[in-house]
């Protein structure tokens, strides 16, 4: 894939965007949306190289933090930084797929089964990564007393978010949040017990 910079978007300073770009261009992904698989390489690749992002990241202790790391036509990759005890909130990811890989601490997630009734669970530590596609459905908490980082790459680019309540009979749509609203939409519900 070969973007010229003026084609892509990023967050981080020049010099450092277009060294992840010829370092995503090295990646043998589509030009079209990308597959779960494709979306672990990319993140993987960029999670291997946190001298691009570690000393931009920034903490609060009361919410969740993301920088824009790239984006493309087809996917954008971001950072996030979880320093807290507040869950992510049941969410999708607006129709686009997605992969995550964990850089640093621990993350607990819980994700709606194919039933759509019943949540399965588990975590991610350093170096632990997962996938899904377009209808998947999930909260995510910090599981560790340490700070956690995660790269996180959609496709296509997020356009926003849809939030559900949990009830015995499945998930309920709640609200919709558009990607351009979201930097200042921020959860402050604690965590339910894990």
């Not at 779960?36 to 999670?47: D, F, G, M, Q, R």
């Not at 819980?110 to 909260?139: E, K, L, M, W």
């Amino acid at each position: 894939m070969s973007l010229s910079i003026d084609e892509r978007v990023s967050d981080l300073p020049i010099e450092r965007a277009e060294r992840l770009q010829r370092i995503i261009e090295n990646l043998d992904v589509s030009e079209e949306r990308l597959c779960p698989a494709e979306l672990e390489i990319v993140a993987l690749a960029v999670a291997k190289r946190p001298e691009l992002f570690e000393d931009l990241i920034a903490t609060n202790g009361k919410s969740s933090w993301w920088l824009l790391l790239h984006r493309a036509a087809n996917f954008e990759v971001k950072v996030l930084t979880w320093d807290c005890d507040v869950a992510s909130d049941w969410h999708d990811h607006g129709g686009s797929s997605g992969a995550i890989a964990v850089t640093q601490g621990a993350l607990y997630e819980r994700h709606r089964a194919a039933d759509h009734v019943n949540v399965i669970a588990r975590c991610y530590g350093t170096g632990q990564y997962t996938s899904f596609g377009p209808d998947y459905v999930h909260d995510v908490v910090l599981q560790s007393d340490e700070p956690a980082v995660s790269i996180h790459v959609y496709s296509p680019p997020l356009s926003g978010l849809t939030f559900y309540d949990e009830t015995p009979y499945g998930f309920v749509a709640r609200e919709v949040v558009p990607e351009e609203r979201r930097s200042t939409y921020r959860i402050s519900r604690p965590r339910s017990s894990v």
